[in-house]
């Protein structure tokens, strides 16, 4: 008696399709739309684990998390010049500054030069969650810089800078 070759299930017959056309799309994708395609996807790749868990960054929204990081590296700028460097709405730079003031993370002060300016730092409390929660988020940045070596990544950084200050441009 001759037993023949197991054939597929409907599930892996089914898969099998799913990633031929998921294969085509992105190579349509990659061709027709590039350069926005292929920011766009960098860019939620990286978030999408903080996504998945809500507990990293001890549960920061990710528009506060680069509050408290831009805090941490340039302390003393407003929330309308966060909104600015990050590209972010207005709201949402307000709703992190509340939420992240709400934990006692960062603080605002008067400006020194008068005026409705707001300056804003880093606490103690958000120094402590900063160094806590850094580390996981930078092992992800540095494991994906690895796959750019030194002279890449310095090309890289010249050719997104352009890109950033075109964007600024052309969107206002």
């Known amino acids: ?18 990633l031929d056309r998921m294969e085509r799309a992105e190579i ?6 590039s350069l926005l395609w292929r920011i766009h996807v960098l860019s939620y790749l990286m978030v999408r684990k903080v996504n998945a868990d809500p507990t990293l960054h001890s549960g920061l ?22 909104t600015a460097l990050w590209g972010f709405e207005k709201m949402a730079v307000n709703r992190a500054v509340k939420e992240l003031m709400g934990r006692h993370l960062i603080r605002g002060a008067a ?7 707001i300056p804003l730092s880093i606490t103690e409390a ?9 580390p996981g988020a930078a092992t992800d940045y540095a494991a994906l810089a690895t796959a750019l070596t030194r002279e890449e990544q310095a090309t890289l950084d010249t050719l997104m800078d352009k890109l950033i200050a075109k964007a600024r441009d052309v969107t206002g």
């Open 28 to 33: 349509t994708l990659r061709t027709e739309l």
């Open 61 to 82: 929204s990710m528009v506060a998390w680069r509050v408290l990081l831009t805090l941490r590296h340039v302390p003393d700028l407003a929330a309308n010049e966060i």
């Open 126 to 134: 958000g120094r402590a969650l900063y160094a806590r929660d850094w």
């Open 111 to 117: 400006d020194p030069h008068g005026g409705r300016r």
């Open 1 to 18: 008696m001759t037993t023949l070759a197991p054939s597929l299930s409907r599930r892996a017959e089914s898969q099998a399709r799913s």
